[in-house]
């Protein structure tokens, strides 16, 4: 494969990529948003990163969206794999639940692109159905941690949506800067999600104790 400059210094691939195709234009996608964001790129552009011709992607993706799609397919599966590390490192339910939370908020951090493709493109699900799938598998692996808290799919499912939301909103505060002054850090927003997850944890105890006393 040779290379050339463009107009900013960057060298670019250009020429055969030996069935590499695929994985090239997918990090020219990413690097265009983490510049600009999940929307502010073509396809035509990406190719053009790549060092290919406009009709190279069509041998891979049928838009621009479906690249996006094959990029949040990665970003699910780096948080799988993220999460099922985090939960494995202790055995507590409530801790987990909290390691999962710093796990998330962490993604958001060190895979910003990944995480705005997984979350912020607005694709498709009906078009992409694999994408829904692959979020339904993140939830399904951690129900069974939740389950140990709240006893039964459906509870156990409604404590992990509240624990992933509230480590949603803090990642998006910390993209941000929306957190207070001098807690608007990775290391803080972690123990931030930690800490809201532990309380809604015990909030579920709480609950389950006060009914059963009653």
Known sequence: MTAHTDSAGRRRPTGHHHGDLRNVLEQAALALVAER????????????????????PYKHFADRDALLASLALKGYREQRDRYAAAVAAGDDPGEQLAAFATAYVRFAAEERALF????????????????EAAGGEL?????????????GEAAALDLLV????????????????MLPDGQNTLAAAEERAARVARALVEEERQERRTGHAG
């Open 37 to 56: 964001g999940p929307h502010g790129f073509t396809l035509a552009e990406a190719c053009r990163r790549a060092g290919v011709s406009v009709s190279a």
């Open 116 to 131: 705005d493709i997984t979350f912020l493109a607005g694709l498709d699900k009906s078009r992409h159905p694999d994408l």
């Open 139 to 151: 939830f399904a692996a951690l129900v069974p941690v939740a389950e140990r808290v709240a006893p």
């Open 162 to 177: 509240r624990v992933a939301a509230a480590a949603h909103g803090l990642a998006l505060f910390l993209q941000q800067g």
